[in-house]
């Protein structure tokens, strides 16, 4: 496999490109591997990555149902940040932006990361105090944000109506180095480490058991036939609940719908991310041009991958709120999918019940910024059975009440 | 040269001549002319540059399908950018400008990519720009943001509003073709109620150009009577200009429709969303026409065959002079003598199959065509325009055979049904090898929720492509709608002539061995660039699945959504993959079918309308008397009442002040008041709160708390008894709708047998607080049936009756400390109570106060405050409130969840009051750091600030905060550092600021 430079791409121009080769690699299952992560997604494949990069692991599969970063990585609205309040969350989050400053470059593959910086307005006295505590605790938290007036918002994003009528902005928590990245990529360039690494990402192989022998997992069933592990993480976001029922045990987790749609690509126009709470909607701009927008999730579980319009009407009224010259723009596209949310809205990182089994779900509306700092630590968990980053988000902290509740610091939380 | 013909073109009316504006020229055309066709009128072949490369472009459709011709329409308030000029109708003083080119279309700088594109191959931008790192963000992405994007962006607010319209119907037809016409008529003729759609200004569809005769008339006198025969039955209502957009699970449809964009003086609304819920419905959508794949295709000038047609016989255009046919079916022989008869010139048709041998083919063998099997393109050339075109044989690597000089090539790859509806709604596809392509598969249709079948096709959607197949498959669909819902239908098809058809070759790339150099000059997806070669390349990397290649190439993305390019990409990849079709499968067909304003989606829910203002009875007099009002929810509470030249803070200081000294008056009416009545209430009650409610007496009140299943405290206020069965529960302002939400849930959900019923009687009462030391004194100078003295009405009591002649209730409650009456009198005698008050008030110089005051008084007397105190994580232990915790009750919400070890924990945050030492003011929402970090090397915390006030009482700083074993340490001094980490101390004191002993509540 290749690196992947500008040299690169001038010598391949001369020769109509016959020298590139698969970006990852097509293998048949193996009989055994050290560990095995189901899900393909995001944060499967940055776990496996950081297991082999971190911790010398590398006889590990990744097992996907359908097409690598096809569920939630490949469908969400990209947004990163990590002015969380609870300092788990700050951690976890604000570790992975970090890695994500220097992806491309680690990767060699450019996923975009764009630190255009985000704004998450404040419409309320009690969103502005809301904002002002987090500007706090992310000051300790090593997190850099800043609570700024309605004018410094009006110069950061001019096509914002900071007047109302309705809900004037009074002032917006400011994170300069948040921003988006682009989502396949991530998922792509993390696939194509793990298999230069000697990994096998086996897609159209659904896990459909786990087996375990006195308490212990020792393999899993596949659409491709039975396959050996010592160790299990499961990823598999919107369909944890499903897999965990084959380890035998429950998760404290709904699935629901989360839509998004995009406009039709204008010229640039707009060069932060704007999440809105009160009015509840949130728009950034992609670099091909199409307003990129997050909508509410639905009311009721299913695992359907299509919404209520309605949510879709709801968030784009509250962004022509916000935003009226997007009026005479058009939705292009709109599409959903399906997100596992906790008792808390904090995700899972956790040992199971079954020994050698781990889990990694839960990221819900916004876990796609998370993806390197959870793998990291997803890794470190499995490699050590251990890891400062994923301590507090046990199974646990259900039974013990100790939970990690962010939703006091944003109703959106993307 | 692409020009008007002197005759012909059944949808214009030459006697009505429209000038129009383009790129700032004068130009004309006919009334009935589409944007593209009038363009065309007057030789204006280039209309648009490509996403990618800037390449120029021409029209390549003469419908929605269009990739190129996007146009910027109207100006300021009523620019749009990304117009279609193919759906673009015509009208006086239209403007349009084209898009992503600079300085002009005829020559743009950007088209420079084109000439790198042997750089720039599909998902170019993953393998480079990677360093410097800091470059992405300042350098590259800035340029790639700057080329990408089409039109530019609206600048102003949109002039427009737009409506909704919210419809239910038996059977919703999308698509009024000759199919939609028949499948309609077959479903309304059963007695079904029919609402029948078409995107166009046109009923009839393609028949009009295309089809042969129906019921022996000619297609277009065969539409009109049936559209006439449909708008005289009164069960079946019809619109044109209204896009199926999209179709949700269990029958739930969006159709756009579009008023005025053809006439922007009409008034009204310029659009109209519909949201309709149909039992059954019939997707008629036609089918649209591939193009194909060979090098040059796209220049300006190669155009879809059915297009072609489409501008002679129905704008009476000619895109050329000199038109060659290339195509892999009959249906482009139609083409072929549609020019000839408009007496333009086809010099060949080339046919990629072996032979041709079907009547159309004699037809125009017999017009004096000629035609040429086994051929295809090696490739088209021209300077921005079609001039040569070179013949090779179709089974070759593009040897030149002959060239052929041309101004136009039309082309067809074969037709492809629109699927979309069907598919959004789960609508599976199966493969169809004669006519090589998908169609959907009636065994696999969108079901509802009992299993029923509730999307269909009619007509050439179906896949059935000749007239005499159509409609015979609509009348089937529209029959079978018609008797999923019990009605009965019959009668027959209308009758067509059948039409021999020969099979579509699948033919997709020209010719079949085409080399890298040509391939890489074929476009798949005209908009966003991709050729054959990039999707080879994306299967050569490991992008195989047809996801993948999508995104990897951007095949399909474009604003067109592939109508045009998603079959021939799926082709290529299969068979770069050398797989077939079918195994490839198709990319997901997402809503809407074609773009929507997002003004339309919004509706007229903005500006104003946006979200409805609460207002309480006495609104108008906080506005009348310069109130600085905040938003409260929906509400908006006077958060102050400065007088004039007086700022904020200090009118803020001056109500506490005048309140705790002599008497202010509240308005109190955004307080939830919930009813919660019936012989299970109380037992309902003591589950909701913690505390016991069902021993409350009749006449007395009770402060309550509300915890979630996890055991925090979400919401708090009085209960009062009303009689046996009756309780009125007050919440915040905030939870009055949310605890109404939760109490119905649980009584739907878990305690349905439960006798007990729940109202909402916020808006139905005005809620006056008078408080203060004069506050008995301003209630005793008007009359009351009931006696107000300290022991008529003691603490927490409330009575009933009539006060100042208004029917009142008068709770005896204090959220200030002070001696205070909640008076609840029906909304509509509000505003008179409170004048009323103000006047009897007046003696004793009474303030009206407002929400910043009441939160100052509040936190002196150190009562908390959700959504200060509370956020979602603390429980009614952490505030000091087990007072307010029954021990008696077996149950409550959140009793076993705040047994839990973490809620336990001797460690846990709570409430104290916090003092600075200097006497300033503590910022709100500032925490308490402790020695050393985190784990992840974050400071240590010990507790943080919920509220801080100045206090006008005391004359310094208050502040109310969570604090690690806070109870236990008071005195102690913790350091609540400032943003710039500079130390701000404070010590640990009794949350109770003023009248610790509550001596003034109770006089
Ligand atoms: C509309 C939308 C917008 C969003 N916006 C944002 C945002 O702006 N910012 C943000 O940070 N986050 C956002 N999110 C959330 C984010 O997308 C997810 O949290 C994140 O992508 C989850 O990644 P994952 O790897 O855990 O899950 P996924 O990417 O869903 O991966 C799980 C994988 O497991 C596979 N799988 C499931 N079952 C099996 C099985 N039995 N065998 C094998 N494989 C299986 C699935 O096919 C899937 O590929 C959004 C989500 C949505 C839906």
């Known amino acids: 496999m290749g690196r992947y430079s500008v040299f690169a791409i001038a010598r391949e121009a001369f020769r109509d490109h016959s020298g590139w080769t698969r970006a990852w690699g097509n293998p048949a299952p193996k009989k055994r591997y050290d560990a095995i992560i189901i899900g393909a997604g995001g944060h499967g494949l940055a776990t496996a990555y950081y297991l082999g990069k971190n911790h010398g692991l590398k006889n590990v599969a990744i097992l996907e149902k359908g097409w690598l970063g096809g569920g939630n990585t490949g469908r969400n609205t990209t947004i990163i940040r990590s002015n969380y309040l609870q300092d788990p969350s700050a951690a976890i989050y604000e570790k992975a932006r970090g890695l994500y400053e220097d992806l491309s470059q680690e990767l060699n593959y450019n996923v975009m990361f764009s630190p255009r910086g985000v704004l998450m307005l404040a419409q309320t006295e009690h969103e502005i105090r809301g904002y002002k505590r987090t500007a706090y605790a992310n000051a300790l938290q090593g997190v850099s944000t800043e609570f700024v007036g309605p004018k410094r918002v009006k110069e950061l994003c001019p096509i914002m109506e900071i007047r109302g009528p309705r809900y004037p902005v009074l002032g917006a928590l400011w994170q300069p180095r948040g921003g988006t990245a682009r989502h396949d990529a991530v998922a792509w360039g993390y696939a194509r480490k793990c298999s230069e690494m000697g990994m096998d990402v086996i897609q159209q192989c659904e896990v459909t058991g786990v087996r375990t022998e006195r308490g212990k997992v020792v393999g899993v069933s596949t659409t491709k036939g039975d396959i050996e592990c010592a160790k299990l993480g499961i990823v598999v976001a919107g369909h944890s609940g499903h897999v965990a029922d084959m380890a035998g045990f429950r998760l404290p987790i709904d699935s629901v719908a989360l839509q998004a749609l995009v406009s039709e690509p204008v010229k640039p126009c707009m060069d932060v991310v704007v999440m809105a709470n009160t009015v509840h909607g949130y728009m950034s701009q992609s670099d091909k041009g199409e307003m990129v927008i997050g909508g509410g999730t639905d009311g009721f579980n299913n695992y359907t991958q299509r919404g209520s319009f309605h949510h879709i009407e709801e968030t784009v009224r509250a962004l022509c709120e916000t935003f009226p010259m997007i009026s005479r723009l058009k939705m292009l596209r709109q599409w959903g999918g399906i997100v596992d949310i906790t008792g808390d809205r904090s995700p899972i990182l956790s040992k199971t019940p079954v020994e050698g089994v781990f889990i990694n779900c839960g990221w819900g509306t916004g876990g796609f910024k998370a993806i390197p700092g959870s793998g990291w630590g997803f890794a470190e968990l499995m490699a050590k059975g251990e890891s400062p980053l994923t301590a507090e988000f046990g199974l646990d902290r259900f039974r013990e009440g100790r939970f990690i509740d962010e939703s006091v610091a944003a109703g959106v939380a993307h | ?1003």
């Not at chain 2, 709604?425 to 065994?443: I, N, Q, S, Y």
């Not at chain 2, 079918?593 to 903005?606: C, K, N, R």
């Not at chain 2, 003092?915 to 709100?924: I, N, Q």
């Open chain 2, 1 to 1003: 040269m692409s020009h008007r013909l002197s005759s012909g073109g059944r949808l214009i009316n030459r006697a009505n001549p429209v000038s129009f504006a383009f790129n700032g020229r004068t130009m004309r055309g006919f009334e009935g002319d589409t944007l593209a066709s009038a363009l065309l009128g007057e030789d204006q072949m280039l209309m648009g540059r490509s996403f990618k490369y800037h390449r120029p472009r021409g029209v390549v459709a003469s419908g929605a399908e269009e990739p190129n011709a996007l146009v910027g329409l109207g100006r300021d308030h009523s620019y749009e950018p990304n117009a279609r000029a193919t759906t673009t109708e015509l009208f006086e003083g239209l403007e349009a400008e084209t898009q992503n080119h600079w300085p002009s279309l005829e020559f743009d700088i950007g088209a420079i990519n084109a000439r790198l594109s042997r750089f720039l191959p599909a998902g170019f931008y993953y393998k480079m720009f990677l360093w410097p790192r800091s470059f992405w963000k300042h350098v590259y992405e800035p340029f790639i943001r700057e080329s990408a994007g089409l039109g530019k962006p609206p600048k102003r607010r949109d002039k427009d509003h737009y409506e909704h319209f919210n419809v239910t119907t038996d059977v919703l037809v999308v698509g009024g073709g000759i199919a939609g016409l028949t499948a309609a008529m077959a479903a309304g003729e059963a007695g079904s109620q029919v609402l029948l759609v078409e995107q166009t200004a046109h009923w009839g569809g393609r028949a009009p150009v295309d089809g042969p005769q129906i019921d022996d008339m000619a297609p277009n006198a065969w539409v009109t009577q049936v559209v006439s025969a449909l708008q005289a039955m009164p069960n079946v209502e019809m619109r044109n200009r209204c896009m199926g957009a999209g179709v949700y699970d269990h029958g739930y449809a969006l159709l756009s429709e579009r008023i005025s964009d053809h006439a922007p003086d009409k008034a009204g609304p310029r659009q109209r969303l519909w949201k309709v819920r149909a039992a059954q419905i019939i997707t008629a959508t036609g089918a649209i026409e591939r193009p194909l794949s060979f090098a040059g295709n796209d220049l300006p000038g190669v155009m879809l065959a059915s297009a072609v047609r489409d501008y002679i016989v129905n704008f009476g255009v000619a895109p050329g002079k000199r038109t060659v046919v290339v195509t892999n079916n009959d249906d482009a022989y139609r083409t072929a003598l549609t020019l000839k008869a408009a007496g333009l010139e086809v010099p060949a048709i080339l046919d990629a199959r072996e032979d041709a041998t079907g009547a159309l083919d004699e037809d125009a063998r017999a017009a004096g065509i000629r035609v040429i099997t086994g051929r295809g393109i090696a490739s088209v050339i021209g300077k921005g325009r079609v001039e040569v075109v070179h013949v090779c044989a179709q089974d070759s690597d593009g040897a030149d055979y002959e060239a052929i000089e041309a101004d136009c090539v039309a082309m067809s790859g074969g037709w492809s049904p629109v699927v979309h509806l069907w598919s959004h709604a789960g609508g599976k596809l199966t493969w169809d090898e004669a006519d090589a392509h998908f169609r959907p598969d009636p065994d696999r249709a969108p079901k509802g929720a009992s299993g029923e079948v509730f999307v269909r096709t009619a007509g050439t959607a179906s896949g059935a492509l000749t007239t005499e197949d159509a409609l015979v498959d609509a009348n089937r669909t529209g029959q079978a709608a018609a008797m999923a819902l019990g009605h009965k239908a019959r009668g027959p098809a209308p009758r067509a002539e059948p039409e021999s058809r020969q099979v579509t070759a699948p033919i997709w790339l020209m010719p079949e061995n085409a080399p890298y150099e040509k391939r890489a000059k074929s476009w798949l997806d005209f908009q966003n660039d991709v050729k054959v070669s990039d999707v080879e390349l994306a299967a050569q990397e490991g992008y195989e699945s047809v996801e993948h290649t999508k995104r990897y190439t951007t095949l399909g993305m474009a604003t067109d959504q592939g109508k045009l390019s998603n079959i021939n990409g799926l082709a290529v990849l299969a068979k770069s993959l050398g797989v077939a079709i079918p195994d490839v499968g198709t990319t997901t067909f997402r809503p809407p079918y074609t773009p929507v304003p997002l003004g339309a989606i919004s509706g007229e829910a903005q500006g104003a309308l946006f979200q409805p203002i609460r207002k309480t009875p006495i609104h108008d007099w906080h506005e009348a008397n310069g109130a600085h009002f905040e938003p409260v929810g929906q509400w908006r509470r006077p958060y102050a009442f400065p007088k004039s030249g007086e700022s904020v803070e200090d009118a803020v200081a001056r109500e506490v002040t005048t309140t705790r000294q002599s008497v202010g008056l509240l308005d109190a009416s955004t307080l939830g008041k919930l009813i919660v009545k019936g012989p299970d209430a109380g037992r309902f009650l003591d589950m909701l709160y913690t505390n016991m409610m069902s021993t409350l007496k009749v006449g007395k009140c009770r402060y309550g708390l509300m915890c979630s299943e996890n055991g925090f405290l979400i919401d708090d206020g009085v209960v009062a008894r009303i009689d046996e069965h009756t309780w009125l529960c007050h919440t915040t302002s905030g939870g009055a709708d949310s605890i109404h939400g939760a109490m119905e849930e649980w009584l739907q959900t878990e305690w349905w047998d439960w006798k007990v019923y729940v109202a909402n009687v916020t808006e139905q009462f005005a809620q006056i607080g008078v408080v203060g030391p004069k506050a008995r004194e301003v209630l005793d100078a008007v009359s009351a049936s009931f006696d107000l003295s300290k022991d008529g009405l003691p603490f927490m009591g409330w009575v009933e009756g009539s006060l100042g002649g208004i029917p009142a209730r008068v709770f005896r409650i204090s959220f200030s400390g002070e001696l205070s009456y909640e008076i609840a009198v029906p909304a509509n005698h509000g505003r008179a109570f409170w004048d009323m008050m103000l006047e009897a008030g007046n003696p004793h110089g009474i303030t009206p106060y407002g929400t910043e005051a009441l939160h100052i008084m509040r936190a002196e007397k150190g009562f908390i405050m959700i959504g200060d105190e509370t956020d979602g994580t603390v429980i009614p232990q952490d505030l000091g409130l087990n007072w307010a915790i029954s021990k008696k009750k077996d149950d409550y919400l959140g009793k076993r969840a705040q047994m839990r070890s973490h809620m336990t924990d001797p460690l846990r945050w709570k409430l104290v009051g916090l003092e600075t030492l200097d006497g300033s003011v503590l910022p709100d929402g500032a925490y308490a750091v402790d020695e050393g970090d985190t784990v992840n090397g974050q400071r240590n915390t010990q507790g943080r600030v919920t509220s801080s006030y100045h206090s006008p009482t005391l004359g310094r700083g208050i502040a109310m905060g969570l604090v690690e074993r806070g109870p236990d340490r008071m005195g102690e001094v913790v350091n609540f550092p400032a943003l710039d980490g500079s130390p701000q101390e404070a010590r640990i004191v009794s949350p109770v600021f003023y009248d610790p002993d509550g001596e003034k509540q109770n006089v």
